[in-house]
C-alpha cells in the first residue's frame, strides 16, 4: 500500500501544491483533533490534485481496521502561505478487510427464507407471468366461454408464462425430486407405475404428479415421473430384508419345590 501511494505521488509531483505537500504536520494535528493518537500510524504519502489541493495519508492503528487509512485532504487558497483542512475520512487501502458489494434483498432471497408473516410480491414485469386472459399455463382446447371469461379478467389477474413453467419444470427435475435423487437411485419403482401417483392438470402433467403417500419422503409434493423412493406401492421385500424370524419360546417348568433343593 505505502508503494501504490509513492508511485500516485510521484505521477502527480509535478502537479502537487509545494506548501500542501509540506503541511504533514498540520495534517495530522488536525486528525488528532478528531481521533485518538494511538489510532494514527506514520505518514504514508501524499497525492497532489488541481488548484492547490493536496491530500495527506496516515497509517490506521486502531484494532480492526488494518489495511485502512485517515486521509486528511488540505487546501490553500490563491496567493496564501498557508494550508486549510478540507476534510477528514477513513478510506480503505488496497489489502483492506472491507464489506462484501450490497446485493438487493430481492436477488439475496433464497427458496424457503420466507417465514410467517413475510410477503415476496412479484415484479410487475416479471418473466414468469403473464397476463391472466391469455392462458398461459392452460391448454388451447378451451371452450368459448372460458376464453371469454379469461379475456374480461374475470379469472386469476396473471398466470405462469411459458418461460416461468420451463424455469419450475427444470428446477423440480433437476431438484431432489427428479430422476438424479440419491433416493431414487434405490427405488424398487419409478413414481409413474405407483400407486400413489395422483396426476396433475395442464402441461406439467406430461412430466410431473403429486405424490400421495403418507410414508414417502414426498408425501404432497410435486415429483417427476421417472423419481422413486422405497415406498412405492409395488415394493416387495426380499428375503434378505425379511425380519429374522424369532427363537423357539423355552417354557420354564421349574417349580418352587425344585428351587428349594437347589
Known sequence: MVDNLKVMASTRAS??????????????????????????GVHLGHVGGEDRVVTHFFDCTRT???GW?????????????TVTIDEVVLLPGDDAITAPEWVPWRQRIQPGDLGPGDLL?????????VPGY??????????????????????????LSLEGRELAAQRWYEGSHGPEAPIAASAPGDCASCGFMTRLAGPLSQLFGLCANAYAN??????????GCGAHSEAQLHKRNLPQPLPEPVLDTVSWDELETF
Open 15 to 40: 502537479r502537487a501544491d509545494s506548501i500542501g505537500v509540506g503541511a504533514v504536520d498540520v495534517a495530522r494535528s488536525a486528525l488528532l483533533e478528531l481521533v485518538d493518537v494511538a489510532d494514527v
Open 64 to 66: 480492526g481496521y488494518r
Open 69 to 81: 487509512r485517515w486521509s486528511v485532504t488540505v487546501v490553500r487558497a490563491s496567493r496564501q502561505k
Open 121 to 129: 410480491p412479484a415484479d410487475e414485469d416479471d418473466p414468469r407471468l
Open 134 to 159: 391469455t392462458g398461459g399455463d392452460e391448454t388451447i382446447d378451451q371452450d368459448d366461454v372460458q376464453a371469454v371469461s379469461d379475456e374480461l379478467g374475470l379469472g386469476r389477474p396473471r398466470v
Open 218 to 227: 414426498d408425501d404432497g409434493r410435486v415429483v417427476s415421473y421417472d423419481h
